[in-house]
C-alpha cells in the first residue's frame, strides 16, 4: 500500500498502551502524518465524555467516531455533528430478547450526547455492575432505563465471557441490531441495524475526500471487524483477538510494543 490519506485507530488495545497512555512513538508519528496533510481519525466504542483525555496527549485529534458509529464527535469544537440512536420501542424489544436469551443479565444505555461535556448520558439497572471504572451513570429501574433514544444498549454478565454472550444473543436478534464487543470481560454493545465503526469512518473518509482504498484502520477487538475489513488496508495488533487476526491484511505488534508506530513509520 503506499502512503495512506487517511489513518484511523481504535483506542484502548490499540492507540493506547496497557498503562492507559499515548505512546511517545505514536504521539510523534501522528504529528508528522497530520503536518504532511494526511487525515486522523480515532474510531472508538467510547462515548464523547472519554474522549478528551486521549485528545488531551493527541492535540491532532479531531472527528471522532465514538459509540462504535453512533456518534460522530468533533473533538476541536467539543461538538456532536450527528448520533444514531435506538428509539424507546426498539430497546424495549431488544431487552426483552436479551431476557429470554440470556436471562440474568443486566442493562445499560448510551443516551444521545451533546458533548463531552454531557457527563451523565449513562443509565444503568441497579445490578449493573460496570467493566471499566464509571462514576458518572444515572441508576434507575429497567423501565426507566429504556424510556429514552439510546446510541447503545449495553447487556452485562460477569460471569460469562462475551463471545459466550454473543454465540447465544446474536442468532435471536438477527439483524434487528448490531451485536458485537470490546472486551471478553461478559459486555456485549448492541448498535442501532447497520451501524458499525465501518459506517461512521466511511463518512470521515467522505469529509476528507479519500476512499476507502486509500485508508489504513488499526484495531484489536470485534467492534473492529467491519473497519478493518472496510479500509484498503487494516491492521490487527498483536494482542488482537482472534477475529481480527483472520480478517486483517497485516498483523503488527502489540499495543505495548508501538504497534501502531512500527506500521505508520513507513511512511511518515
Known sequence: MQAPKLVATDVDGTLLDPDDRVPPR??????????????????????????????NQVPEVG????????VLYDAAADRVVWSRALDPVALGELAAGVEEALPGCRIAVERVPT????GRPFVAEPEYRHAWPSGSDIVAERAEVLSQPAVKL?????????????????????????LTFSTGRGLLEVSPPGVTKATGLAEVARRHGVDAAQVVAFGD?????????WAGHGVAMGNAHPALLEVADEVTASNGEDGLALVLERWF
Open 63 to 70: 472527528l471522532v467516531v465514538c459509540s462504535n458509529g453512533s
Open 26 to 55: 505514536a504521539a510523534a508519528v501522528i504529528g508528522r502524518l497530520v503536518a504532511a496533510g494526511v487525515g486522523f481519525a480515532l474510531v472508538t466504542g467510547r462515548p464523547p465524555r472519554w474522549i478528551p483525555d486521549v485528545a
Open 154 to 178: 449495553l447487556v452485562r454478565n460477569p460471569g460469562l465471557s462475551s463471545d459466550a454472550m454473543v454465540a447465544v444473543l446474536g442468532p435471536k436478534l438477527g439483524h434487528a441490531a448490531g
Open 115 to 118: 458533548s463531552a461535556a454531557d
Open 221 to 229: 477487538m470485534p467492534n473492529d471487524l467491519e473497519m478493518l475489513r
